[in-house]
């Protein structure tokens, strides 16, 4: 990102991180963020038409540590779909290491935003008071699972918004898609998915109201090319 376009979205988000920040702040600032960030990314990838080469699908490997490690690359999993990235689990020990492809400027969204989330996801576990009788590790995985649906639905709608003020950018960023599944498929070609997990816990619901409300930046307007 450019510079400034950066400081801005950093900004925006470390607001939102601030645990002095109430559920309503935190919302305007993630959505300012987030908005930013997915007209950014169109606009990068309408960019780059004129010179694809420039472009080129990487990759980057996350390592994700306990507590949870396994849920929170789960929520990296929903930020990396959103913003057309993939991503390959790799779990070791407890440990769990998520190898993501996507074009460069994708990456970048993905592990910027996906930082201040965890951030934000701590700051709401801390608050949640786990029931009176239930394992706290099952309560709060089910909240992380709560908290992730509610980021993937938002990510979702506001990449979606971003690209229909975009005349032509679906095809573009679908031949994108397409080449970042393409390599992925190239680096693991015998691929499994994961099995369904059944999760006890009762903090679903809590987790989704919070991610309901987590700043994801997503109001200000403005493109790369007029970023200042």
């Known amino acids: 990102m450019t510079d400034s376009l950066l400081a801005r979205v950093r900004k925006l988000l470390a607001k939102a991180e601030d645990p002095a920040c109430t559920p309503a702040e935190a919302e305007a600032f993630t959505a300012k963020a987030t908005e930013l960030i997915a007209k950014y990314g169109v606009d990068q990838a309408l960019l780059s038409l004129d010179d ?51 074009h460069a400027v994708d990456l970048e969204r993905v592990e910027l935003l996906f930082t201040s989330l965890l951030v934000q ?19 709060r995985r089910s909240w992380l699972v709560g908290f992730t649906e509610a980021i993937r639905g938002r990510l979702v709608e506001s990449e979606r918004s971003a690209v229909s003020e975009a005349p032509g950018a679906d095809l573009v960023l679908a031949d994108r898609t397409a080449l970042v599944e393409q390599r992925r498929d190239q ?15 009762s903090g679903r619901r809590q987790g989704y109201a919070v991610g309901r409300t987590a700043n994801l930046g997503l109001d200000l307007h403005l493109t790369s090319r007029g970023a200042s």
């Open 121 to 139: 996801a701590a700051h709401g576990l801390a608050a949640a008071i786990v029931p009176w009788g239930e394992h706290p590790a099952a309560f």
């Open 187 to 201: 680096v693991y070609p015998r691929l499994a998915k994961l099995g369904p997990r059944r999760l006890q816990g």
């Open 52 to 102: 694809p080469a420039a472009t080129p699908v990487g990759d980057r490997m996350i390592t994700i540590v306990p507590p949870y490690a396994r849920d929170k690359a789960g929520l990296l999993a929903a930020v990396a779909m959103a913003m057309r990235c993939r991503v390959v689990h790799l779990e070791r020990q407890g440990t769990a290491r998520s190898h993501l492809f996507g």
